[in-house]
C-alpha cells in the first residue's frame, strides 16, 4: 500500500525528535510557503489527549489549518493503514486548494509509511498480544524482545527493547504467518527523481534536548497532566491500547493506581521520554529521503524556517 505518488512530490515534511521545537518552526514555515499543517504523530488524533501529547492548542492552530489532529475518540483504535489513507485524503484537498500539505511529527513510522508505503500484515489477534503484553509486564520488556530476536535477528536488531509495541506487533505477524516481518516488510526508498524534494528533521544536541525533555515533563504536570488521564480514564469507553501507549499516560495511570510515587512517576516519564527520543534520532538518520538540519538550540523558530523556506528552489 502506498501514498499517491503525485501527491507525494507537492509535500513538504518536517519531522524531528520530541521536544525540538517542530510546532513553532512549523508555523512559521507554513506562512512562508502558504502551507496546511499535517500531523505525523500517532497520538494527537485523539481527542482531550492534549496535555501529554504536547498538542498545539487550539489558539496556535488557528493560524494556519491543522489536519489529522482530534479525529478520534480516547477508545477507537486506529490503524498505520488508516493513516495512510487519512493523510492522503487530507492531502488531495490540500493540493486541489493550491496550497502545500506540510507534514509536522515525531512518528518515525508514520513519516516511512508515506514516504516508502507500507506492508499489509495481518489483522490484530489480540489474544496474542494480551498473552505478550503479560510476558512483557510480568518478565520485562528485553524477554519480548528476546523473542523476537530469536525468531527475526535481523528486525531485532532495528528496534530498541522498550519499543515492546512494535515488538509484539513483529511477534504477532510471525506467529500468524510463520515468516519474519524483515522478509515481508521489503519497503525500500524511491528512486530520487520519484522523491518529495523536502524531507527534513531537525538535528539538536543531545544534552540540549535532554534538558528541554525534562523541563517539558515538568510543565506537563504543572498544567494538568495527572487530571487529563483521569478525565479520560472516567470516559464511558476509556482509553483503547493504542492510546494507553501514549508516553506519559501509562505512567500516570500507574502511579494512580499506586504503584508509584509522583515524584517517581515524573523521572520515570522524563528518563523513558528521552529514551524515545534517542529512538527518534535513530529513525530519521536511518531514512535517507530524510536530511538532517542542524540546530544548536540558539537559533529563534523563524530563523529555522527562513533557512528551510530559502531550500524550496
Not at 127 to 143: C, F, I, K, S
Not at 181 to 189: D, N
Not at 190 to 201: F, G, N
Request: hydrophobic share 40%; glycine share 6%; net charge neutral.
Amino acid at each position: 500500500m502506498r501514498f499517491d505518488g503525485s501527491l507525494l512530490r507537492h509535500c513538504w515534511f518536517l519531522a524531528g525528535p520530541t521536544a525540538a521545537g517542530k510546532t513553532d518552526v512549523a508555523l512559521e514555515l507554513a506562512d512562508r510557503l502558504d502551507a496546511e499543517i499535517v500531523s505525523l504523530d500517532s497520538m494527537t488524533l485523539y481527542r482531550g489527549m492534549d496535555i501529554g501529547t504536547a498538542k498545539p492548542d487550539r489558539t496556535t492552530r488557528t493560524r494556519c489549518p491543522h489536519h489529522l489532529f482530534d479525529i478520534l475518540d480516547p477508545h477507537e483504535e486506529f490503524s498505520l493503514a488508516d493513516y495512510l489513507q487519512a493523510a492522503e485524503r487530507v492531502c488531495r484537498g490540500i493540493v486541489e486548494r493550491r496550497r502545500i500539505p506540510l507534514f509536522v511529527g515525531g512518528t518515525g513510522l508514520y513519516l516511512r509509511a508515506v514516504l516508502r508505503g507500507i506492508f499489509q500484515g495481518p489483522p490484530a489477534d489480540w489474544e496474542l498480544r494480551h498473552r505478550l503484553q503479560a510476558t512483557a509486564h510480568r518478565e520485562g520488556d528485553v524477554a519480548v524482545h528476546h523473542l523476537l530476536r530469536q525468531v527475526d535477528p535481523p528486525l531485532a536488531e532495528k528496534l530498541h527493547p522498550h519499543d515492546v509495541r512494535r515488538v509484539i506487533r513483529w511477534l504477532e505477524v510471525f506467529e500468524l504467518t510463520g515468516v519474519p516481518l524483515s522478509r515481508q516488510q521489503q519497503q525500500a526508498p524511491l528512486p530520487v527523481e520519484e522523491r518529495p524534494p523536502h524531507v527534513y528533521w531537525l538535528h539538536p544536541p543531545r544534552e540540549w534536548l535532554a534538558e528541554r525533555i525534562d523541563r517539558r515533563v515538568a510543565l506537563m504536570f504543572e498544567q494538568g497532566l495527572v487530571a487529563e488521564v483521569v478525565r479520560l480514564l472516567s470516559g464511558e469507553r476509556g482509553l483503547s491500547r493504542t492510546a494507553r501507549q501514549a508516553l506519559g499516560y501509562e505512567e500516570v495511570i500507574d502511579h494512580l493506581n499506586g504503584r508509584a510515587t509522583l515524584a517517581a512517576t515524573i523521572e520515570l516519564i522524563q528518563t523513558r521520554t528521552r529514551q524515545f527520543a534517542k529512538r527518534q534520532y535513530t529513525w530519521f538518520r536511518h531514512l535517507e529521503e530524510c536530511r538532517p538540519i542542524a540546530i544548536t538550540g540558539n537559533e529563534s523558530s523563524r530563523e529555522i524556517a527562513e533557512s528551510l523556506f530559502a531550500r524550496r528552489k
